[in-house]
């Protein structure tokens, strides 16, 4: 059966990842400056590598996060893809 493809199904499709990673981004860039500790954040940063999506220092850490999110999924991925290059991963 042929999938149907209806005007903004791309952008609907696209929405099912980039809110959910805005609104942790959002939600940990905020109790950082709650805090206090907030120095600077990235979003995207195409020189980071597999772990682009958000990046956030606060007093002397750095945390990076791929986000990934979906209604539907059939990949499965690990902490180990995003460590290793393909021919250094193990088979778990």
Not at 24 to 29: K, P
Request: overall charge negative.
């Amino acid at each position: 059966m042929k999938k149907i493809n209806h005007p903004g199904d791309g952008e609907r499709t696209a929405m099912l990842g980039y809110v959910p990673q805005y609104e942790i981004a959002s939600q940990i860039i905020y109790d950082a400056l709650l805090d206090g500790n907030l120095e600077w954040f990235k979003v995207a940063d195409p020189e980071i590598g597999n772990v682009d999506d958000i990046q956030i220092a606060t007093n002397g850490c750095l945390d990076a996060y791929q986000v990934k999110w979906a209604e539907f999924t059939r990949d499965e991925f690990s902490f180990n893809s995003f460590v290793r290059s393909s021919k250094q991963r193990l088979e778990i």
